[in-house]
Each structure stands twice: as C-alpha cells, then as structure tokens.
C-alpha cells in the first residue's frame, strides 16, 4: 500500500508514520495544488524529522490537471525534484453502483478523449470485490479492454 498523506498530518500522527513505514509500506505525499514546491519541501523535511526517510512519490487531491502551474512549470517541478505523480483518471467511491461508475467512466474516456489506458483509484469497501468481479468479467468478454497492475513506485511519469 502507499499512503499519501500531508505535510502537516506527517507532523501530527508521526506514530502512525513510523508505524507504516515499519510494516513496508510506502509513504507519499499529498500536496497543495497552489504552490506543490513549498508543500514538497515541507513534507520531505516532516519526514525526514519523523522517521529519517523521504519519498518521491506525490498525489494532487485535485489530480495533476489542475495543479496551479504551466505544463513547462509542471515539468520542471518534477524533473527538480525527481518525484513520481500518482494521477488516475478515474476515482470510484464504495457504494453500490460502484461498478456502473468505474464502467461509465472508463467508457466515456475513450470516447471523449480516445484514452487508451485508465488508471482507477478505489475507495476500498463492501462493494469493492463484487464490482471488480463484474468489471473483470466485462473485460474478460471484450478483446479491446486489459486489466494490468500497476505500481505507483515504478510507474513511469508523463507528462499530464
């Protein structure tokens, strides 16, 4: 698992931090879309102070399209700092359309925008298993859709 969390909250529960970090879990930061230089500073410092490790791996509530800088600024940032952008295109909560949600999404990003690869971001609940068998059997039944895992900590970045 990686769990983004903000600089502050590093600060605040520095218990819970060690506490993953020591279970091999990863630790990511989730930064302000305004000003994500200052954010990432800080949260690496916080780190650093609470369990003497950093980490490259960044979130944007926001998602990275509506980070407050030039696409230039954006990959500058990146390239300055060497972080890796978790980013999805489709984030499904727990509920009991879960499935029809994560199916609709994925169907209007490739016919609005062409997208040929979607990354989902799952809030983890009682609906998650039978959602994810329904889209499984979806892809299973279409030649055009695969399900591939992918790992934030070796995806590679591009550009938004």
């Known amino acids: 698992f990686t769990f983004f969390v903000s600089p502050s909250d590093i600060l605040k529960y520095p218990d819970e931090i060690r506490r993953i970090i020591s279970a091999g879990q990863n630790v990511g930061f989730l930064l302000d879309a305004e000003d994500p230089s200052a954010s990432f500073e800080d949260a690496r410092e916080n780190l650093l102070l609470v369990a003497k490790c950093s980490s490259r791996l960044v979130r944007f509530s926001v998602g990275s399209g509506a980070v407050k800088l030039s696409d230039e600024e954006y990959a500058a940032f990146v390239e300055k700092y060497g972080v890796r952008v ?28 062409g997208t040929t690869r979607a990354v989902f971001r799952i809030t983890p609940g009682t609906n ?5 068998r329904r889209l499984f059997e979806s892809v299973r039944s279409k030649d055009q859709l695969v399900i591939m895992s992918w790992d934030e900590t070796t995806r590679n970045y591009t550009v938004r």
């Open 128 to 132: 998650t298993v039978s959602a994810l």
């Open 86 to 113: 978790w980013d999805y295109n489709i984030s499904s909560a727990d509920k009991p359309d879960m499935y029809e949600k994560m199916y609709g999404e994925l169907y209007n990003l490739a016919s609005t925008r």
